[in-house]
């Protein structure tokens, strides 16, 4: 048989005519300008790699910050024109061939994520915190990572003052997958973005400077249960496509709901298999719910938000929880729509062990960083109750509630690098009795992020948790706010209870002290605070944004 005999076969089968000689192949259509802020990034990260291969080794630490800062504001500022020029609203549309959708809630997530990494990236920049070190300043991060911890390498590398400026562009490439993630319309660009913004956070938490072995015992961790959820996740795509026939969000849309007119001959016998769609849809799911920190997939989140560098903790609790709910937000409300009866019990029942399961295990902590990752568990619950709802407010509050959270969480592990004794930060809790008598401004700062956390009222927490509850109410989860309110009562006592622990027991002679920072970690903490306090005092504004942002273009 002759290749051509074949190949009309092989077109044939696939339900596919061979095209006529004369016909062109289609360039695809790629709308690059509302592709920018993704673009912005992704570019200055490469130029970040060419950095540390080119330029001196004294100077890279200057250039990288400046980059990396100018690479968000810049993007950020091409979020702002997008959503100026409509494109969140009339204008919504699906770009890319399809991959990547530029709609309200895409522009408002990658917007608070590229605002809340901007102010991340200036507590990865700090060098004030340490003592220097053979003449050196010294950051966060390991002089060297690539050397064995406590080897001659090592000691040589500090010795010279090296510095691990790498983690620029790895921040800036981990930032481009979480702008990608979000906005991704079809399952393959969520796999890819879910990697793109993975694999940096892997190495991020690896590289701190102070108890290196828990650092990268973290990376370890945070590695190979990422490859787990990975794994669920590209399984579920695989059963996805099958029953549809396609990993458009679309077109698996109007399969499940029926309204699929043309099947595919090569796909008759699987599509439209409910088996299919229900154990793929789980299995995606765990993938996300993975990513969120949410019960029982939360395994990773105390481990790994101890071990890791601070900064980078501070980075990741936000950030990588923004794109997660955004794109979980995304798939329940774009793809399985149609399949609410079936998800909703099972989403019900994860929000539930989320709140009580952070909160309850919360109060056992004695690590400040432990306890915050068990409340972060919790505030993953919180969120899911406004994704259960089901309802246009239910989509604006959890993206006001990301909004808020976000920028609580940076600023107060911000905070958290500041309290430090001889082996560096003094995480465990009884370090922190008296803090307030020693140093009563900081004290303070970090008892209205914990306040804000507790959600008490005149604060974003409270204003992001009233929307949440007051949306899961309205979209028939009455039940569920009941169980968020205990929840975070619970949870209200140990935050009150670090409250006391700072201004009201007597300091230790041999306590921690609180070092000085530079402008950087300054300008982290104060921004998180006015957010905390702007977001709690006068709310209406920023929940008429995100109400406005709410509708997922199809």
């Not at 950095?51 to 250039?63: D, G, S």
């Not at 997008?82 to 919504?92: E, I, N, R, V």
């Not at 990993?247 to 699987?270: E, F, K, R, W």
């Not at 700062?445 to 992001?464: D, E, N, Q, R, W």
């Amino acid at each position: 048989m002759s290749t051509t005999a074949v190949h009309s076969l092989w077109t044939m089968a696939g339900g596919v005519t061979s095209a006529a000689p004369h016909e062109k192949f289609k360039a695809p259509v790629i709308e690059y300008a509302q592709l920018t802020p993704v673009l912005i990034v992704i570019g200055v990260a490469v130029v970040g790699v060419l950095v540390e291969a080119f330029v001196p080794r004294r100077a890279r630490y200057y250039t990288q910050v400046f980059l990396t800062v100018v690479a968000l504001a810049a993007a950020f500022a091409a979020v702002i024109g997008l959503a100026t020029g409509g494109y969140g609203t009339t204008k919504a549309h699906i770009a890319a061939m399809g991959a990547i959708a530029v709609d309200g809630p895409a522009l408002f997530l990658q917007g608070t994520i590229l605002l809340t990494s901007l102010v991340a990236v200036f507590t990865f920049a700090e060098r004030r915190l340490d003592p220097e070190s053979h003449g050196n300043r010294v950051d966060s991060f390991a002089a060297q990572a690539a050397s064995v911890p406590g080897s001659e390498s090592e000691q040589a590398a500090v010795k010279a003052g090296f510095t691990t400026t790498e983690v620029f562009p790895l921040v800036l490439f981990s930032v481009a997958g979480m702008l990608v993630f979000p906005a991704a319309n079809d399952l393959l660009t969520l796999f890819v973005a879910l990697e793109v913004f993975s694999l940096p956070l892997y190495l991020l938490c690896a590289v701190a400077r102070r108890k290196r072995l828990m650092s990268q015992e973290a990376a370890v961790k945070y590695f190979l249960l990422g490859a787990f959820s990975s794994a669920f996740l590209l399984f579920g795509i695989a059963l996805l496509y099958g029953y549809a026939g396609s990993v458009s969000y679309a077109a698996i849309a109007n399969v499940v709901d029926g309204s699929v007119t043309q099947i595919d001959p090569a796909l008759a016998d699987t599509m439209g298999n409910d088996v299919l769609l229900l154990i793929g849809g789980a299995m995606i799911l765990t993938g996300l719910l993975f990513k969120v920190g949410a019960v029982p997939f939360h395994m990773w989140t105390p481990d790994v938000y101890q071990g890791a560098p601070t900064p980078v903790t501070g980075f990741m609790a936000a950030a990588t929880k923004v794109a997660a709910f955004g794109a979980l937000l995304r798939l329940l409300y774009v793809v399985l729509p149609g399949l609410s009866w079936d998800w909703r019990p099972v989403m019900w029942a994860v929000a539930i062990v989320t709140m009580l399961g952070g909160a309850i295990v919360a109060i056992t902590q004695t690590d400040i960083k432990r306890l915050l990752a068990y409340s972060s568990i919790a505030h993953a619950g919180f969120i899911l109750a406004g994704v259960i709802a089901t309802t246009p407010s239910g989509i604006s509050s959890v993206l006001f509630y990301l909004g808020a959270y976000s920028f609580v969480t940076v600023g107060a592990f911000a905070v958290v690098t500041l309290v430090r004794d001889a082996g560096g930060e003094a995480t465990h809790l009884s370090k922190w009795a008296g803090l307030g008598r020693r140093s009563p401004l900081v004290a303070a700062v970090f008892a209205v992020y914990l306040l804000a956390f507790a959600g008490i009222p005149l604060t974003s927490g409270f204003a992001g948790k009233f929307a949440v509850f007051k949306a899961a109410a309205e979209g028939g989860a009455g039940g569920l706010v009941v169980v968020g309110v205990i929840s975070s009562a619970i949870a209200a006592f140990f935050y009150i209870r670090v409250i006391v622990l700072m201004f009201f027991s007597e300091p230790k002679a041999d306590g921690p002290a609180v070092a000085v920072p530079s402008p950087l970690t300054m300008t982290t903490i104060a921004v998180g605070v006015a957010v905390t306090l702007v977001l709690g005092l006068a709310p209406q504004y920023f929940l008429d944004l995100a109400s406005q942002a709410g509708v997922f273009v199809r």
